[in-house]
């Protein structure tokens, strides 16, 4: 079983960047494919990228393509999301979650951690 923690939110004027980690424990992390996810307020979740067990296979919304990059370091047991060029509308709570091998969906999330950007 993984268990998620992210970090790295916070408050940045828009146009600029932050990037979020999520730290994974567990013997399953190397195998499972992790997601980022979002939350703004009165909103439901969405996706945001997704990451194979490899990191060679990535697939993002298009609201951030081009914009936001997800990487994964299995010696580190972690999962990135680099955000550039934020907007307003990227303000929310942001979730890593983890899909094992085998398995159709992500059934491990993390805590969240607050982005938001402002005008």
């Known amino acids: 079983q993984v268990q998620l923690v992210e970090s790295g939110g916070g408050l940045v004027q828009a146009g600029g960047s932050l990037r979020l980690s999520c730290a994974a424990s567990?013997?399953?992390?190397?195998?499972?494919?992790m997601g980022w996810f979002r939350q703004a307020p009165g909103k439901e979740r969405e996706f945001v990228a997704r990451?194979?067990?490899?990191?060679?296979?990535?697939y993002y919304a298009d609201s951030v393509k081009g914009r936001f990059t997800i990487s994964r370091d299995n010696a580190k047991n972690t999962v990135y999301l680099q955000m550039n060029s934020l907007k307003p509308e990227d303000t929310g709570v942001y979730y890593c979650?983890?899909?094992?091998?085998?398995?159709?969906?992500?059934?491990?999330w993390g805590q969240g951690t607050q982005v938001t950007v402002s005008s």
């Open positions: 979650a983890a899909r094992t091998y085998g398995s159709d969906s992500y059934g491990t």
């Open positions: 567990g013997r399953t992390f190397s195998s499972s494919a």
């Open positions: 990451i194979n067990w490899s990191g060679l296979a990535t």
